[in-house]
């Protein structure tokens, strides 16, 4: 009997759990189910999602595409009334429709591409005059409405745009306080022939931007307090042939400016007080062979700035009380002549050279004036290696010498004048050794050796005059075995 009933209570027991079994599997049927269903109804809601979004594109792209193809018809207007409706138009579509900003800002651009009315200039006649006007005044409103996008102040900025100016002819327009952040930027065969065109205070960060082959001929151009700080900026082969052209203050932080193969051939142009701590600085390959270019108090504290195979032909370049205080900079191969007019002058005097490296290895010398009376070398390592004396007048006059080392090894003097009156060695190391003296006139009259080292070892005396009356030695080392 006992068996028995343990035997029934077993078996209720087991149907009590296959029926819990049964309810348990119905139900995870039934929520495995249920996700399905939610699955599908998130992946139908998604799918109807993308849908509207993609309609709701195509609408919005409908909506812009019209007054877009209506603007640029405007701009393409022989009215100058309706050119300008066309201008505002398309600068507002770029500013609501950032996914073709960058296509209405080009219609913009290629509008300033466009030539000039062929009446256009002073020769225009009485009746051609107002088209005159009212072109240019489409075109100044098109340069005002971009320069407003590239200020740190505007609401909507185009700062990363590409901008392409290629050969337009400025003749003013106000760039101050712009920025260039990213994108490609030119200027390339730019004309800036009159007015005044102004960069000042400008910011360089990391575009890409071209004035290469650009023609600076008149006006007032001014770069000054412009700061660049990143990206490629290019004045290549460009010419200076008139006017005035600032960069003073302007600050080469960064990135790589290049003025190589340039040209100055007139007017003025300015880096007075500008600075260059880093990135690279290149004139490698210009030509300055009139006017005025001055580096008076600019600064070189690192970085590489290269004057390399540049030539100084006439007219006047000063680096008067320049401070040389850190980074490379290179005048090797340079040369300074004048063989027409001999009014080349090329300033160094009250310069200041404490720190880096300043190399004038290769320099020909062969008929400017060339000034570094008063100049301190006080860290540097300045070097005249193999640099050529052969005309002209170069003044070390009033110079001093107090560490550091400057190196006139191999240096070739063979005609002109070259003085040292009244330097002063106090420190360091001045070395003539392997210098080849054949010709000319050199001058230590008065000059004061107190401390460092002096020498000419090796140095040859074939010809000419090496003048050391008056000088006065009393502390330095000096080493005078001559072939």
């Not at 990391?206 to 700080?229: I, K, P």
Request: hydrophobic share 40%; charged share 20%.
């Amino acid at each position: 009997m006992r068996g028995s009933r343990a035997s029934k209570a077993v078996s209720a027991h087991d149907s009590v759990g296959v029926v819990q079994l049964v309810f348990d599997a119905v139900a995870g049927a039934a929520a495995l189910v249920a996700l399905i269903i939610a699955y599908r109804r998130h992946k139908a809601a998604e799918s109807i999602a993308a849908l509207h979004r993609a309609n709701a594109q195509l609408e919005h792209t409908r909506l812009y595409n019209q007054p877009f193809t209506a603007a640029a018809a405007q701009i393409g207007d022989e009215k100058a009334a309706i050119q300008l409706a066309g201008v505002r138009a398309m600068a507002g579509l770029a500013d609501d429709w950032p996914e073709h900003r960058q296509d209405c800002v080009d219609v913009l651009c290629a509008y300033l591409r466009r030539p000039s009315p062929p009446d256009s200039g002073q020769g225009a006649s009485p009746e051609g005059q107002p088209r005159v006007d009212s072109a240019r005044e489409v075109r100044d409103t098109v340069t005002r409405i971009i320069i407003a996008h590239l200020r740190p102040v505007a609401e909507v900025s185009w700062q990363s745009l590409n901008l392409d100016f290629t050969g337009v002819a400025f003749d003013g327009a106000d760039f101050s306080r712009a920025g260039f952040a990213g994108g490609k930027v030119s200027f390339g065969g730019a004309r800036f022939s009159s007015g005044q065109v102004s960069f000042a205070d400008a910011e360089f960060s990391g575009s890409q931007v071209s004035f290469a082959d650009a023609e600076f001929s008149g006006g007032q151009v001014s770069f000054a307090g412009a700061e660049f700080s990143g990206g490629q900026v290019s004045l290549s082969e460009a010419r200076f042939s008139g006017g005035r052209v600032s960069l003073s203050r302007a600050r080469f932080s960064g990135g790589e400016v290049r003025f190589s193969g340039a040209e100055f051939s007139g007017g003025q142009v300015s880096f007075d007080e500008a600075g260059f701590s880093g990135g690279q600085v290149s004139f490698a390959g210009a030509e300055f062979s009139g006017g005025e270019v001055s580096f008076a108090a600019a600064e070189f504290s690192g970085g590489q700035v290269d004057f390399r195979r540049a030539r100084f032909s006439g007219g006047e370049v000063g680096f008067r009380r320049a401070k040389f205080c850190g980074g490379e900079v290179s005048f090797g191969r340079t040369q300074f002549s004048d063989l027409q007019v001999g009014l080349g002058f090329a300033g160094f005097s009250g310069a200041e050279f404490s720190g880096g490296e300043v190399s004038f290895s290769g320099a020909e010398f062969a008929g400017s004036r060339v000034g570094f009376g008063g100049a301190q070398f006080s860290g540097s390592q300045v070097d005249f290696g193999g640099a050529e004396f052969s005309a002209g007048k170069v003044s070390f006059a009033d110079a001093t010498f107090s560490s550091g080392e400057v190196s006139y090894r191999g240096a070739r003097f063979s005609g002109g004048k070259v003085s040292f009156g009244f330097a002063g060695l106090r420190g360091g190391e001045v070395s003539f050794s392997g210098a080849s003296f054949s010709g000319g006139e050199v001058t230590f009259g008065f000059a004061e050796f107190s401390g460092g080292q002096l020498s000419f070892v090796d140095a040859e005396l074939s010809g000419g005059r090496v003048d050391f009356r008056s000088a006065r030695f009393s502390g330095a080392g000096a080493s005078f075995i001559l072939a």
